[in-house]
């Protein structure tokens, strides 16, 4: 059964997912299967099948209403009684979500990263630990750029346009301010070590105090 929920915010291409797998792959190389999990936020960018892809791209995808987050409330709360949930499994390259999903087991813990979490107080009420990954925004671009052109099927012209139209003013208008709803600001993202470290650390001492009132 899920008893603690960490939250992992920040621009786009800030590092979250960065810090937030090396965290998982790390502990979970030592620690039973049932002891973590870690769920995307973008896994629950709303469906969009049922529009033709020239529509899809003109999707605003930072502001808050692109992303189902009313499933995943309901998918966190489910967790939390010990259940399992099929987790979708999002398509960038299509921007909608694909025909498969992946099932997540209510582990102990679970981590969950997105630029959005912290944007829904309903939401935002789920973590019991928030964490912001503050990257400068020029970093986050030049990150954005390589990654989307390699991984996400975009072109420069399609990544520099969304980002001046969508990326840029969304992260002002609503991801910046969640900063003041983090418990903790991680500078270096990705590879800020000691950040990493303190948060295994913290995921063990949690495991060891519920694994004993159980
Ligand atoms: N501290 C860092 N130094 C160098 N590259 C990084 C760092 N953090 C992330 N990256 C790289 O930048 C890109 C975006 O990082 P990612 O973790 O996917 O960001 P996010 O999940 O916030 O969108 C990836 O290619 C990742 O490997
Ligand atoms: O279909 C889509 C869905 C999302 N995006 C962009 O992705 C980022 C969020 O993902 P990160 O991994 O945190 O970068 C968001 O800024 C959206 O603009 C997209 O381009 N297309």
Known sequence: MTKTIIAIVGASASGKSLFAQTIYQELSAQIPA???????????????????IKNRTATNYDHP????????????ESLRSGQSVDVPVYDYNLHTRS???????????????????????????????????????????LR????????????LESVSQQYESTVRPM????????KNHAD??????????IAIDLVKHKIRALLNTHNVND
């Open 144 to 155: 954005r750029i390589a990654r989307d052109i390699q991984e996400r099927g975009r072109t």
């Open 171 to 178: 992260f002002y208008e609503f991801i910046e301010p969640c």
């Open 65 to 76: 209403d692109a992303f189902e987050h009313e499933l995943l409330v309901e998918h966190l």
């Open 184 to 193: 903790i600001v991680v500078t270096r993202g990705g590879k800020n070590r």
């Open 99 to 141: 025909d498969i999903t992946r099932r997540v087991e209510p582990a102990t813990v679970v981590i969950i990263e997105g630029i959005l979490l912290l944007s829904d107080e309903t939401l935002r009420e789920q973590f019991d630990i928030k964490l912001f990954i503050d990257t400068p925004l020029d970093i986050c671009l």
């Open 34 to 52: 049932k002891d973590l999990a870690i769920i995307e936020e973008d896994a629950y960018y709303r469906d969009q099948s049922h529009l033709p």
